[in-house]
C-alpha cells in the first residue's frame, strides 16, 4: 500500500507552544510516572501491570517518534523538526538514535501497537529506567536548542 505524501503545512508559533506546552506537562510526565511505577512494581504480572507497561510503551514510543521522526504521516502529526528552521536543522543537532530507543520502537510495534508472532517468544522484560533515560537526554537537547520564541524556563 503506497502512501499519500503529507502535505504539510507550517505551524503557527502558537500552535507550536501549545503542542510544546501539552508535549512537557502530558507526555513526559505519563512516561516518567509509570516509569517510576513500574520500576516499584515487585510482581511484574497480572493485568493492571500489563496496562501499565502498554501504557509506558504508548508515551515512550510516541516521544521517540516525536523526536526522531522525519517525515509526518499525516496532516496534524507533531515532530520535534516543526520547531526549527530549517526543519533539517533539528536532524543536524539531534543525538544519533541509541540502540535501545530503536530497540524499544521496534519491540513496542511488535508486542504493541501490531498482532505479531514475535508476541509468542519469551515475555520482554522492560528496561523503564534506561528507556526514559534516553529519552530525557535528547528531550534536553530538543529543549537546549528551541529557538527563543519558546519559554525554556521549565525543562522537558
Known amino acids: ?4 505524501k503529507c502535505n504539510c503545512k507550517r505551524r503557527t508559533t502558537e500552535e507550536l507552544q501549545r503542542i510544546l506546552s501539552n508535549l512537557k506537562k502530558y507526555e513526559v510526565w505519563m512516561m516518567w510516572s509509570l516509569t517510576h511505577i513500574l520500576a516499584a512494581d515487585n510482581q511484574g504480572q497480572g493485568v493492571i501491570h500489563n ?3 502498554e501504557s509506558f510503551l504508548i508515551h515512550a514510543r510516541l516521544l521517540i517518534e516525536f523526536l526522531y521522526r522525519d517525515t509526518q504521516m499525516k496532516d496534524d502529526d507533531a515532530l520535534a523538526k516543526d520547531f526549527f528552521s530549517p526543519a533539517t536543522k533539528w536532524q543536524g543537532i539531534r543525538p544519533v538514535k541509541s ?3 530503536e530497540e524499544t520502537t521496534q519491540a513496542a510495534n511488535k508486542h504493541l501497537v501490531h498482532l505479531t508472532y514475535t508476541r509468542l517468544q519469551k515475555k520482554k522484560r522492560w528496561p523503564y529506567i534506561e528507556i526514559a533515560n534516553d529519552i530525557k537526554a ?7 536548542n528551541l529557538p527563543d520564541d519558546f519559554n525554556k524556563e521549565s525543562n522537558v
Open 138 to 144: 535528547v528531550l534536553q537537547v530538543f529543549h537546549e
Open 99 to 101: 540502540r535501545l530507543l
Open 51 to 53: 496496562a501499565l507497561v
Open 1 to 4: 500500500m503506497k502512501r499519500k
